[in-house]
């Protein structure tokens, strides 16, 4: 555990020392970029060690608490605390106000994330929403289809 909490440390001393130093450099976006992939894969790697390192009770008392299994919990948390973030911005793409359904509709809310954790069609559904796309692509290939066009289909959860 103390070894998990140098890293991170020693991480976050690291990031600021070379954000200080390159922030008037012309390459900075190319290297922050660089930077922060190495950074989550170095943050997932770290959390789910933490993870794995539990002992088998807390594990399945974790899983428990969130409603999913134990190794459901581990493949989560080596997915990285941002894996879902594109659900997020296809709701508000597709008019959906994402506070809303998680207020309403927590284990659906839940098991829509572990969905797109899981998701295989990142890369395209990042281009999709970035290019203003999403709402008219998405059916092709996001695992929550689903749920957001019957959550379109309620004014209840939608912006605005």
Not at 14 to 36: E, G, Q, S, Y
Not at 54 to 70: K, M, N, R, Y
Not at 117 to 141: M, P, V, W
Request: aromatic letters at 6%.
């Amino acid at each position: 555990m103390q070894r998990l909490w140098l890293a991170r440390i020693l991480q976050k001393v690291i990031w600021r020392m070379l954000m200080n130093t390159l922030v008037n450099d012309p390459a900075r976006t190319v290297f922050t970029r660089l930077m922060d992939w190495f950074a989550k894969g170095w943050q997932s790697s770290a959390e789910a060690d933490m993870i794995a390192s539990l002992d088998e009770f807390t594990i399945q008392s974790i899983a428990h608490d969130c409603g999913i299994s134990p190794d459901h919990l581990i493949e989560l948390a080596k997915a990285g605390p941002h894996a879902a973030d594109e659900m997020i911005e296809m709701m508000k793409a597709l008019n959906i106000d994402p506070a809303e359904v998680e207020l309403r509709l927590r284990n659906q809310f839940r098991d829509m994330q572990i969905t797109c954790a899981h998701c295989a069609s990142k890369g395209e559904c990042r281009k999709d929403l970035a290019t203003g796309a999403a709402s008219e692509n998405f059916a092709h290939y996001c695992g929550n289809e689903s749920a957001l066009n019957a959550l379109r289909a309620n004014p209840d959860f939608l912006l605005g």
